[in-house]
Structures are given as structure tokens and as C-alpha cells.
């Protein structure tokens, strides 16, 4: 599979990284408007993702209040190491980020919106660290398989050994297998399951055809595929969220969790709305994406 050492950036505003323990992380942030409390965009997790999943929502915000995007280890701008990637690195990548926020803008909280099975990590970065958090936004949650779910191990993931010592291996057979995963038929292929259709936004495939061709970019894919990627206790996460929580999806896509939907709408601060699109509809219905949103918003600010 051929390389390429440079990757366009996938947001406008400032390119900023931190180091942890995990590598370096990458993220976007616009302070144009520099008040208000900070809205923190995590994006899903598959073979090409980056901070351009969330970009029609951080193109709406800026300059309206504090927005920023991260690029998760493995993933964008971020490190790509050769190692097995868990809900804990990714979670803990959560909290060294939004501390990095708060140490930037003085802000005490933020609102954070996070999309497929990224809304894992996000509750659980919301259920450590509470005080952090003014809301929990949730987009097509995914990877809740049963209620058995609530009861595992917090660290536990639903990982398969023998799945990612086969693709893994070789060195050889791994960068031949993800070749044909990162093709752009096969990326253009899941992103239409997706979007539910054929209206796929094209720099979307675009940019994750360019991410998934930088050095490294198959050693988080396969720990998602084998299964690593998944909190084996994602259902107890989403009953224990303390704070509002808006949970939005859309109702064409192949890749949602009725059964996560099922448990935040049981929540007395909770908002479930759905929309006439795929997995992602802030890119097929931003207007009334980002109305349903603020109409969120506004109930918090009512609030104080």
C-alpha cells in the first residue's frame, strides 16, 4: 500500500498537540468568539476516521462560541502505534484533552458531542470526571449488544485474541488485508451504509481515503475490527450518566444501537431526536441537526 508522509488538515481554526502517555495527540480549536462554554467534537472510530467526521458541526459553531475537534491516538494528526488499542487509551486521551481545553480557556466545563462507538468513550470520560461536563452529547451510539452488558468489568473489552493475532501476525498479510479495506470502493462502500444511501459527502471520502494511507494508519483499525475498540460494560455506561444528555441518530443507518437509544430515553434530563438520514446527519440535514441541538442548549441555559 503506498504512503504518504503529509495529510491535509481536516478543520480550518489552529492545529494544536499535546503529549501523553499514548503519543501525541492532535486536535482543532477556533476561539474566534472567545465566551461561552467550550464545544468539544470526538469523532467515530473505523478504518479511515478523523476530525472530518465532525466538520459540519464545527464549521456551524465557529465563531459563534469555543469549538474544538480531537483526532483520537490512531487516528488523523494523532500517533499511530503499533500497539492494541483500548477504551482506556482512548478515554484517558478524553481527559488529557479536555483538561488541555480547560487550561486554555478557563473554562470549568464543556458541552461534548461524541459519534458511534466514540460515545463509549466519551461516557465513560463523562462518568470519571462529572464536574467536567455540562452535557453529554451522543450521535448514533454504537457497540451495545444485550443488557448482560451493564454487568462486566469496567476495564473489559469484547476484544477476540485469535481475530487480532491473525490479522496482526504478519506484518505482510496485515498491510495486504488493510490495503483492501482502505481502498476507496471499500471505504466509499461502508460510508454508504453509513449515510444510509448513495448521497455520501465526498470530501468525507476523500479525506479518509488520504488519512487511511499514512504510516500506521492500520493499527487502530484492527483493534476495532478484533474488537478491542468496544467496552464489554457499554450498556451500564449509558444508564449511568448523570448529566443532560442529547442523543441523536438517524433512522437509515446501518450503524446505530436501538438498544442505547432504549436506555438514555429513560434518563429524566434526556433528548432523543431522529432525523430522515444515516448514521451521520449532521452531513445529510445540518440545519435541522444543529436546531434540535441548540433547542438542547437552550433548556441548559435555562437552567442558570
Same mark, same amino acid.
Request: proline fraction near 4%; hydrophobic fraction near 40%.
Given at each position: 500500500?503506498?504512503?504518504?508522509?503529509?495529510?491535509?488538515?481536516?478543520?480550518?481554526?489552529?492545529?494544536?498537540?499535546?503529549?501523553?502517555?499514548?503519543?501525541?495527540?492532535?486536535?482543532?480549536?477556533?476561539?474566534?468568539?472567545?465566551?461561552?462554554?467550550?464545544?468539544?467534537?470526538?469523532?467515530?472510530?473505523?478504518?479511515?476516521?478523523?476530525?472530518?467526521?465532525?466538520?459540519?458541526?464545527?464549521?456551524?459553531?465557529?465563531?459563534?462560541?469555543?469549538?474544538?475537534?480531537?483526532?483520537?491516538?490512531?487516528?488523523?494528526?494523532?500517533?499511530?502505534?503499533?500497539?492494541?488499542?483500548?477504551?482506556?487509551?482512548?478515554?484517558?486521551?478524553?481527559?488529557?484533552?479536555?483538561?488541555?481545553?480547560?487550561?486554555?480557556?478557563?473554562?470549568?466545563?464543556?458541552?461534548?458531542?461524541?459519534?458511534?462507538?466514540?460515545?463509549?468513550?466519551? #461516557?465513560?470520560? @463523562?462518568?470519571? *470526571?462529572?464536574? /467536567? !461536563?455540562?452535557?453529554?452529547?451522543?450521535?448514533?451510539?454504537?457497540? &451495545? $449488544?444485550?443488557?448482560?452488558?451493564?454487568?462486566?468489568?469496567?476495564?473489559?473489552?469484547?476484544?477476540?485474541?485469535?481475530?487480532?493475532?491473525?490479522?496482526?501476525?504478519?506484518?505482510?498479510?496485515?498491510?495486504?488485508?488493510? #490495503?483492501?479495506? @482502505?481502498?476507496? *470502493?471499500?471505504? /466509499? !462502500?461502508?460510508?454508504?451504509?453509513?449515510?444510509?444511501?448513495?448521497? &455520501? $459527502?465526498?470530501?468525507?471520502?476523500?479525506?479518509?481515503?488520504?488519512?487511511?494511507?499514512?504510516?500506521?494508519?492500520?493499527?487502530?483499525?484492527?483493534?476495532?475490527?478484533?474488537?478491542?475498540?468496544?467496552?464489554?460494560?457499554? #450498556?451500564?455506561?449509558?444508564?449511568?450518566?448523570?448529566?443532560?444528555?442529547?442523543?441523536?441518530?438517524?433512522?437509515?443507518?446501518?450503524?446505530? $444501537?436501538?438498544?442505547?437509544?432504549?436506555?438514555?430515553?429513560?434518563?429524566?434530563?434526556?433528548?432523543?431526536?431522529?432525523?430522515?438520514?444515516?448514521?451521520?446527519?449532521?452531513?445529510?440535514?445540518?440545519?435541522?441537526?444543529? #436546531?434540535?441541538?441548540?433547542?438542547?442548549?437552550?433548556?441548559?441555559?435555562?437552567?442558570?
Amino acid at each position: 500500500m503506498t504512503t504518504t508522509s503529509t495529510l491535509p488538515i481536516a478543520l480550518e481554526g489552529e492545529r494544536r498537540t499535546f503529549d501523553t502517555d499514548s503519543g501525541t495527540i492532535s486536535y482543532y480549536v477556533d476561539r474566534t468568539c472567545g465566551s461561552g462554554v467550550p464545544l468539544v467534537l470526538i469523532h467515530s472510530i473505523n478504518a479511515a476516521a478523523s476530525a472530518y467526521e465532525v466538520k459540519p458541526i464545527y464549521d456551524h459553531y465557529r465563531g459563534a462560541r469555543p469549538v474544538a475537534a480531537i483526532d483520537l491516538p490512531g487516528y488523523g494528526f494523532s500517533t499511530r502505534r503499533a500497539i492494541r488499542y483500548t477504551p482506556r487509551i482512548m478515554t484517558d486521551a478524553i481527559h488529557a484533552w479536555i483538561e488541555q481545553i480547560a487550561a486554555e480557556t478557563g473554562a470549568g466545563q464543556v458541552d461534548a458531542v461524541a459519534c458511534s462507538v466514540a460515545c463509549q468513550y466519551l #461516557a465513560r470520560a @463523562a462518568e470519571e *470526571r462529572p464536574e /467536567r !461536563y455540562r452535557s453529554v452529547g451522543l450521535l448514533s451510539p454504537a457497540g &451495545v $449488544d444485550s443488557d448482560a452488558q451493564a454487568g462486566q468489568n469496567a476495564e473489559a473489552t469484547r476484544g477476540k485474541p485469535w481475530l487480532y493475532r491473525a490479522i496482526t501476525g504478519s506484518t505482510a498479510v496485515s498491510k495486504t488485508l488493510f #490495503a483492501g479495506l @482502505a481502498s476507496r *470502493r471499500s471505504i /466509499r !462502500y461502508f460510508l454508504e451504509k453509513t449515510f444510509g444511501g448513495k448521497d &455520501v $459527502d465526498q470530501g468525507l471520502v476523500d479525506y479518509a481515503y488520504r488519512s487511511a494511507h499514512q504510516p500506521g494508519a492500520r493499527h487502530a483499525p484492527w483493534s476495532f475490527l478484533s474488537g478491542y475498540l468496544f467496552s464489554a460494560d457499554a #450498556a451500564g455506561l449509558y444508564r449511568r450518566l448523570s448529566q443532560p444528555v442529547w442523543l441523536a441518530y438517524g433512522t437509515r443507518s446501518d450503524f446505530s $444501537d436501538a438498544a442505547a437509544r432504549d436506555i438514555v430515553e429513560q434518563h429524566t434530563a434526556s433528548t432523543v431526536v431522529s432525523f430522515d438520514t444515516g448514521a451521520l446527519p449532521h452531513f445529510q440535514q445540518l440545519d435541522a441537526f444543529v #436546531a434540535g441541538y441548540d433547542r438542547f442548549l437552550d433548556t441548559l441555559d435555562a437552567r442558570h
